[in-house]
């Protein structure tokens, strides 16, 4: 991260709540990951994104959502980094999956929120977002850096790689364009929705005591149990 001087608007994005763990140090754990992709394409393509200073300081600070999980700065790459580390538990236990691909897709699969979310003063969603959705502009993002490799990039790869990332909401109403059709875009998929709605879970019981109103007052639309662990003194994003 840089040293510049506070931009317009930098004061606001202070007001607004925070990831427990500093973005440095997240954006240090997710530089570790890159050394864990050997594929020299899908190597190549996640150092053009996370190489580039401009970039990793909008996704350092992006919320992962507007309302259900991750909904604060930091958000983005505290989910992106679960999701990369549960990946690579699963590529342990399943050897016949395609790490380098899995592990790629799992970086790269919500970088679309960069454009989608904004957080200039509370965090909502941009024009752009609400016409398009974080999975096409994410798509597009990915697209636009392989038609620029210079090393040119292997058709079939890409094909796989874009198939991971535009199916990881698994179904149609849930805003895939596509269901997933490979073992990596299906783990992807699981992996995805089970850190968004443990850590949605988490938020919405967070301070609220007993939790027993009707069951249309939260995002899971039914009563819910308070865990042992959140009667523990932590701050909201603690944790991923």
Not at 26 to 54: I, K, P, W
Not at 84 to 112: E, K, M, Y
Request: some cysteine; hydrophobic content about 40%; proline content about 5%.
């Amino acid at each position: 991260m840089s040293d510049r001087a506070p931009a317009p608007g930098e004061n606001q994005k202070k007001k607004l709540p925070r990831a427990y763990r500093s973005c440095e140090e997240m954006a240090d754990f997710l530089r570790y990951f890159l050394t864990d992709v050997y594929d020299q394409d899908f190597s190549a393509l996640l150092e053009s994104f996370f190489l580039d200073e401009a970039f990793m300081e909008k996704f350092a600070l992006a919320p992962g959502h507007v309302s259900s999980h991750h909904v604060y700065l930091g958000g983005l790459l505290e989910h992106t980094l679960s999701v990369a580390t549960l990946c690579q538990h699963v590529a342990v236990q399943h050897p016949r999956l395609n790490s380098d691909l899995l592990l790629t897709a799992a970086l790269l699969h919500d970088i679309g929120k960069t454009e989608e979310i904004c957080y200039e003063g509370s965090i909502s969603t941009s024009h752009q977002g609400e016409l398009l959705g974080h999975i096409l502009l994410g798509q597009r993002m990915i697209e636009q850096k392989i038609s620029r490799s210079p090393a040119g990039f292997p058709r079939e790869k890409e094909l796989k790689l874009i198939h991971a990332v535009i199916s990881h909401h698994g179904e149609l109403e849930w805003g895939a364009p596509k269901r997933p059709q490979s073992a990596e875009a299906l783990v992807l998929h699981h992996v995805d929705n089970l850190d968004a709605r443990v850590k949605g879970f988490f938020e919405v019981v967070a301070g609220k005591g007993e939790v027993s109103w009707p069951e249309l007052e939260n995002y899971f639309r039914r009563p819910l149990t308070r865990p042992q662990a959140a009667d523990r003194d932590q701050k909201p994003g603690a944790g991923y």
